[in-house]
């Protein structure tokens, strides 16, 4: 069963999170509370204050989470050391089953998905023989209203992300609430987990001391919110606040020449064999 990228989670653990978070000390000073104050989660300050944070609009953009590679052609017999390969087959949309959860009567697999150069996002629900693509657009919407989700004339569900501005990367939470009369469940999802789950579902490789996680799949056309013809690899350095992804389209890796790619000053090559295996170099 085929699947598209689901690293866009990524963006909502960070991107989303990272919006606010960095205002949320200066904004409680300002209110002239202090984090340490007494009888500061005794008193439910703490739930107060987190849950109003949540609730405001982001009084600055959020950092930049998503970053076009330098790529530089990679002269023969100078690459280093190889310190990862897969064949890209095996690896093409494997992640689309994140998490499954039941959305009103029916159980799907849940995941979200990006067109070639991740200015839309869209979230994918998956049953079999069945595809929903539901675009997004801007992920600040997930922090503020939520965004409502059709699944059908009778399933409907608001999908928002609570921030934590005391773990926005890992403890804020995704909720997913029954709306306009469904009857169904509601579910609650870390974040953290979600990081999780995309790790796992990541080809994971170290180089210049740095972990990062690479996943494979297929783009969305955002002229018509369906399956694109074209591929892009994401590369991802998970650093909290500080984490950086870098896409790469398939295209632009030439069959048997080793491309140099920047990632945030880890440079590695990387080649895409006609033999189908993709082969990463670097130390």
Not at 179 to 205: C, M, Q, W
Request: aromatic share 8%; proline share 6%; with cysteine.
């Amino acid at each position: 069963m085929r699947s598209h990228r689901a690293a866009v989670c990524l963006a909502i653990v960070v991107a989303v999170a990272a919006g606010v978070s960095a205002e949320g000390p200066e904004a409680l000073k300002a209110s002239g509370e202090s984090w340490a104050g007494a009888g500061f989660a005794a008193t439910g300050l703490r739930h107060r204050f987190e849950k109003a944070w949540s609730a405001r609009p982001p009084q600055r953009p959020p950092r930049k989470l998503f970053e076009t590679p330098r790529l530089y052609p990679f002269q023969p017999g100078r690459v280093n050391p190889l310190i990862g390969s897969f064949k890209l087959a095996e690896r093409l949309d494997i992640h689309r089953a994140l998490f499954n959860k039941q959305l009103g009567a029916l159980a799907w697999d849940i995941s979200m998905a990006s067109d070639s150069e991740f200015k839309v996002q869209y979230l994918t629900l998956t049953r079999p023989q069945t595809l929903l693509i539901k675009r997004i657009d801007d992920l600040n919407r997930l922090r503020g209203e939520g965004v409502v989700v059709s699944i059908d004339g009778q399933t409907h569900y608001r999908a928002k992300v609570s921030i934590s501005i005391f773990n926005p990367v890992r403890g804020s939470t995704l909720n997913l609430d029954p709306v306009n009369g469904t009857r169904g469940p509601s579910h609650k999802i870390k974040t953290g987990e979600i990081l999780d789950r995309v790790k796992a579902n990541s080809y994971v490789f170290r180089a210049n001391g740095k972990e990062f996680w690479l996943l494979y799949g297929t783009d969305v056309d955002p002229k018509t919110d369906r399956l694109a013809g074209t591929r892009s690899l994401l590369f991802v350095h998970e650093a909290g606040l500080d984490s950086k992804a870098w896409p790469v389209g398939e295209s632009q890796l030439a069959p048997d020449a080793a491309v140099g790619v920047d990632l945030g000053g880890t440079k590695i090559a990387v080649t895409r064999g006609s033999d189908g295996i993709l082969r990463i170099h670097g130390r």
